[in-house]
């Protein structure tokens, strides 16, 4: 199970850091995703990371904002977002897979997402 928390609205150019709560063993294998959707768009990749290994893939769009982590420990996954925009207005999701990827269709376990607004 996967809990997502840290949402919430903020001004244009602002920060929040969600976190990605994981229940039961996380595999070493594993790969922790991050993904969004906006209102009448589809859910988008973000941003992954390997749970065994420092390898990290961001998309474009949040590339140079946004940071993603983990602590191991703590079976938790962090996004910290800063330089926030209107355009990253979106539920947020969490996802687990094995595979390297950013289609959402190789992840499956999901989050229930965590809203972020962001006004000007």
């Known amino acids: 199970q996967l809990v997502e928390s840290g949402g919430g609205s903020v001004q244009a150019g602002g920060s929040l850091r969600l976190s990605c709560a994981a229940s039961g063993r996380i595999f070493s294998s594993s790969v922790m995703a991050w993904f969004r959707q906006a209102p009448g768009k589809e859910r988008e990749f973000v941003a992954l990371i390997r749970w065994s290994s420092p390898t990290i893939l961001y998309a474009d769009s949040v590339k140079g904002r946004f940071t993603i982590s983990r602590d191991n420990a703590k079976n938790t996954m962090y996004l910290q977002m800063n330089a926030l925009k209107t355009e990253d207005t979106a539920v947020y999701y969490c996802?687990?897979?094995?595979?390297?990827?950013?289609?959402?269709?190789?992840?499956?376990?999901w989050g229930q997402g965590t809203q972020v607004t962001v006004h000007s």
């Open positions: 996802a687990k897979g094995s595979h390297y990827a950013t289609n959402q269709r190789e992840y499956t376990n």
